[in-house]
C-alpha cells in the first residue's frame, strides 16, 4: 500500500471553500488595535519635520510612532536568504531609525488605533516635511555608476562564474548571436496582502504572520529585538499566496511588535495593496545581454551572460540569473557577472523562479535565434548541446531534459510546423509556436530538518512539523508521506504545522519545501513504523513475537509476517495490550552538502502556440505545454497545479507584466491590480501538463526535488519564440505590450 504518487485530494479543501480555513486576517484577538504605516512621499531625503498633532486629536488613537520615539533595533541581521536557517531580514536597513529616506513608501510613522478606519484616517493627517534630493530611480540613472557584484545572497553565492576563455572563444566562433534584453519590474501581488499580529504576554510575544517561514520570522524578530528566541513564537494557519514576497521578513512584522508593546495591546498591522508596491520587495527592473559562439553544426563553443540591475543603497542584492546558462548546455568556455547600481528602491527580493525565470529568457531566446542562424530544428539544437555532466564534470542526480524535449515535441505536434517565420495565418491572425528548454537549480542552503510522529492507541496518528500551508497543499503531500511511511490510512492522520514551537524545518522557498519536509517528516513516520515492529517481536504475548525486524511488513494500520500473511496484528493492539497511550518518534533529515558533488537541476521543456493580431499588436497564447522531470512526484494533482500556475505566470510575464518607475519622483507608476495588468480567465490559454518520472536517491529519502519554480522557467521565452515564428520579428524586451509589438510587425 503506497499513497504516494497518487492524485488525492487536498486534506485542507472543505475548509478554504467552506470559509473554515483561518488566515492571518481572520485571527481576532481581545483588545486588538490596529497599525497603519504613513510612507514617504519621496524617494531621496529626510525628514524635515513630522507633525502628529491632528492625527493624535483623532479619535480613537492609541499611539504614533515615528523616528523621534520608535526603539532602537538591538542587531540588524545581514542580508541572508530564508532557507539558510538564520535571521533573514528582507533588506539590511530598518526603518525610523533616523531621519533619512532612502525610498518612496519607506515608513516613516506609524499610527495606532482601535480601528482600522480610525488609525487610517489618522494616519493622513500626519503632516511630514522633507528636505528632497534626487532620486537615482532606473538603470540609466545609475548606469554611470555601475559596479561588479562580488557576491550574492548575503555572500552565500559569488556574482562571477568563469570557466575558459570566453572572449577568445567568442572570437573563434563560427557562428556569434549577440542580444540584449531589457526587462520591467515586476511585483508578487499575493491575493492576500501580508498581515501581521503581535501580542505580548509579559516579556513572551507572540507573532501571527502571513509568511513563508515562521522559523525565519522568530530569528529576525528575536534578533532585531535583541530578547531571546524562546521568547517569541510564530504561527501562521494558512497563507494566501507568497511567491517569495513573503520568504523574508520586512520591517512591518517587526513595527507590529514594536507597536504592540508601546500600546500595552494586540496590534495587526495589514498592509494595502499600494503599500504592497513598497513594502515587500520586488523583481528589479534589469537588462541582460547574451553572446553564444557556435560551430556551423550547431554545437556551443561559448556563453557569455550579462545582467546589470538596480538594488538599494544599502543591499548588494541581484536575483542569480545566470545558474542556468552556466550549466543547461555545455560549452568549456563560459562567463556569467552581475553588476549592480544603488538606487532609490527598497532591496529587491526573491520572484517566483528568481533569476531564472528572466535568465533563462536571455538563454532560451538567444539558443531561438541561433537555431534560425542555423537552419536547425529549436528542440535538437537543444538536445544536442545538452551535457550528460554539470561544468565541474559531476554527473546529474537525474536528469531527463531531453526526455521532456522530445515527449513535448511529439504531444505538441512539433513535427507539423513549418519553421519558416509569418507563414501561418489565420485572418488578421499571425500564429506562431515557439520552445524553450528550462532548468531550476537544487538548492541546499539549510540546517536539519525535524518532524515529529505520533500515533495513540486507538491508532490515530498526529504528525507535526513547524512548515507553512502557502497554497501548495502541504498538508496533504506529507500526510500521504507519513501514511506512506508509517503503514496506515490517511483518514486516521492529522498533519499539524505552522507554528514554532513544533519541529523545526526552515522556510520553504527555491522549491525546497517538498524536498526538506518530505524527508524529514518520511523519517519520522518510517522511525515510528520501525519502533512499532520492535515492540510486537520484542513482546511475549505478540503474535509476531519473535520474527525478525525485516520479515514484518505494515499497511493499513496492521503488522503482519511476510512468511505467513494470516499471522498479524494492529498498532492499537501492540499499544493497548502494552498499556501505552501512545508513541512518538522525531525523524531528522540532514541536507546534502552545498557543494554536493553531483549536477543538481530540475529540468523541463516549454511549448507555447500563440496568435499575434497584425494590426493591433496584440498576442494571444493559444496553447500552452509544460512536460518536467522533478524526481519522483508525490501528488501529481498538487503537482500539476503548481506547474501550471508557474506556465501561466511566465506567459503573464510575457506579455501583461511590467511597471515602470517615474524618474522625477522615485515613485512606482501602477500601485494596483486595477493597473498593473495580471492575467485574467479570458487570457488563460490551454494548458497541459506532463511528468517524466526520474530516479533521484541524491536529493533526499523519497528523491523529491520540487515543482514550485520550474515551472515558469522558459514558458515567457517559449511565449516569446512563438512570437518570433509568427510575425518574423526577435522582440528583446518585456512584457510584449501591444505597442512594442505593433513597432514590430511588417508593413
Excluded at 221 to 235: E, K
Excluded at 568 to 580: F, K, T
Amino acid at each position: 500500500m503506497s499513497f504516494l504518487g497518487k492524485p488525492v485530494n487536498r486534506v485542507d479543501g472543505p475548509e478554504k471553500v467552506t470559509g473554515g480555513a483561518r488566515y492571518t486576517g481572520d485571527i481576532v484577538l481581545r483588545g486588538l488595535a490596529h497599525a497603519v504605516i504613513v510612507r514617504a512621499a519621496v524617494a531621496n531625503g529626510r525628514v524635515l519635520s513630522i507633525d502628529t498633532s491632528a492625527a493624535e486629536a483623532a479619535g480613537g488613537v492609541l499611539g504614533i510612532m515615528t523616528h523621534e520615539n520608535t526603539p532602537k533595533v538591538a542587531n540588524q541581521p545581514r542580508l541572508i536568504p530564508s532557507l539558510a536557517g538564520q535571521p533573514a531580514p528582507g533588506e539590511s536597513f530598518f526603518p525610523m531609525q533616523d531621519d533619512v529616506v532612502h525610498y518612496w513608501g519607506q515608513p516613516v510613522a506609524v499610527v495606532v488605533g482601535d480601528t482600522l478606519e480610525g488609525a487610517t484616517h489618522a494616519a493622513a493627517l500626519v503632516d511630514v516635511t522633507y528636505d528632497v534630493g534626487v532620486p537615482v530611480a532606473t538603470i540609466e540613472d545609475g548606469r554611470a555608476g555601475a559596479y561588479e557584484a562580488k557576491t550574492l545572497f548575503g555572500g552565500l553565492m559569488p556574482g562571477r562564474d568563469e570557466r575558459g576563455d570566453v572572449e577568445s572563444a567568442l572570437s573563434d566562433a563560427e557562428v556569434r548571436v549577440e542580444l540584449r534584453y531589457h526587462y520591467a519590474a515586476n511585483h508578487h501581488n499575493p491575493i492576500e496582502p501580508s498581515v501581521t499580529t503581535a501580542q505580548w504576554d509579559g516579556d513572551r510575544l507572540t507573532i501571527y504572520d502571513s509568511t513563508m517561514g515562521v522559523r525565519a520570522t522568530q530569528l529576525t524578530v528575536a534578533q532585531l529585538l535583541g530578547i531571546p528566541l524562546s521568547d517569541v513564537r510564530v504561527i501562521t494557519h494558512f497563507v494566501g499566496g507568497a511567491f517569495g514576497s513573503k520568504a523574508m521578513v520586512w520591517p512591518h512584522v517587526t513595527l507590529a511588535a514594536m507597536a504592540a508593546r508601546q500600546v500595552g495591546r494586540p496590534v495587526r498591522l495589514a498592509l494595502t495593496r499600494a503599500q504592497s508596491f513598497t513594502s515587500m520587495g520586488l523583481r528589479e527592473e534589469q537588462e541582460q545581454s547574451m553572446t553564444l559562439g557556435a560551430r556551423r553544426d550547431g554545437h556551443l563553443t561559448a556563453i557569455k551572460h550579462e545582467k546589470l540591475s538596480v538594488t538599494s543603497p544599502f543591499d548588494d542584492w541581484a536575483e542569480p540569473a545566470t545558474g542556468g546558462s552556466s550549466q543547461v548546455y555545455g560549452t568549456e568556455h563560459y562567463l556569467g557577472v552581475h553588476h549592480l547600481i544603488r538606487g532609490n528602491t527598497m532591496t529587491p527580493t526573491f520572484t517566483r523562479a528568481p533569476g531564472e525565470s528572466l535568465g533563462s529568457f536571455s538563454l532560451e531566446c538567444a539558443m531561438d535565434a541561433l537555431a534560425y542562424e542555423l537552419d536547425l530544428d529549436p528542440v535538437e539544437l537543444r538536445i544536442m548541446n545538452h551535457p550528460p555532466v554539470d561544468p565541474h564534470g559531476n554527473a546529474w542526480s537525474s536528469d531527463g531534459l531531453a526526455e521532456c524535449l522530445r515527449l513535448g515535441a511529439d504531444r505538441f505536434g512539433w513535427a507539423d510546423r513549418d519553421m519558416t517565420p509569418g507563414t501561418r495565418r489565420e485572418g488578421n491572425w499571425l500564429v506562431g509556436t515557439g520552445v524553450a528548454a528550462a532548468g531550476y537549480p537544487v538548492a541546499f542552503m539549510m540546517p536539519v530538518q525535524h518532524a515529529r510522529a505520533r500515533i495513540f492507541h486507538d491508532g490515530s496518528v498526529i504528525v507535526q512539523t513547524s512548515t507553512q500551508e502557502f497554497g501548495t497543499g502541504v498538508a496533504t503531500s506529507m500526510s500521504q508521506v507519513a501514511a506512506d511511511g508509517l503503514g496506515v490510512e490517511m483518514d486516521v492522520i492529522r498533519f499539524e504545522l505552522g507554528d514554532t514551537d513544533l519541529p523545526n524545518t526552515s522556510s520553504a522557498v527555491g522549491s525546497m519545501g517538498a524536498t526538506m519536509v518530505s524527508s524529514a517528516v518520511h523519517n519520522a513516520a518510517t522511525t515510528l513504523r520501525n519502533d512499532l515492529v520492535a515492540l510486537a517481536v520484542n513482546d511475549d504475548a505478540s503474535p509476531l513475537h519473535g520474527l525478525s525486524p525485516g520479515s514484518v511488513r505494515v499497511g493499513d494500520g496492521r503488522m503482519v509476517s511476510t512468511l505467513d500473511p494470516s499471522i498479524g496484528e494492529s498498532y492499537a493492539d501492540a499499544l493497548q495490550r502494552n498499556r501505552l497511550l501512545d508513541m512518538e518518534a522525531l525523524g531528522s533529515w540532514t541536507p546534502p552538502p552545498f557543494d554536493t558533488p553531483h549536477g543538481l537541476l530540475t529540468f523541463g521543456a516549454q511549448f507555447a502556440e500563440v496568435a499575434v493580431d497584425a494590426e493591433l499588436g496584440l498576442v494571444r497564447t493559444r496553447r500552452m505545454l509544460g512536460v518536467f522531470a522533478p524526481g519522483r512526484v508525490l501528488n501529481p494533482k498538487l503537482a500539476r497545479s503548481q506547474l501550471m500556475g508557474g506556465m501561466l505566470w511566465g506567459m503573464q510575464q510575457a506579455t501583461h507584466e511590467g511597471n515602470r518607475i517615474d524618474r522625477q519622483s522615485g515613485r512606482w507608476a501602477l500601485n494596483s491590480l486595477g493597473e498593473y495588468l495580471v492575467a485574467v480567465h479570458a487570457d488563460v490559454p490551454d494548458v497541459q501538463v506532463e511528468f517524466v518520472e526520474e530516479d533521484d536517491d541524491v536529493v533526499g529519502p523519497l528523491g523529491v526535488k520540487g515543482v514550485g519554480e520550474v515551472g515558469q522557467v522558459g514558458a515567457a521565452a517559449a511565449v516569446a519564440n512563438a512570437v518570433f515564428h509568427a510575425t518574423g520579428h526577435r522582440f528583446t524586451e518585456l512584457p510584449l505590450a501591444p505597442e512594442l509589438v505593433m513597432s514590430g510587425l511588417p508593413g
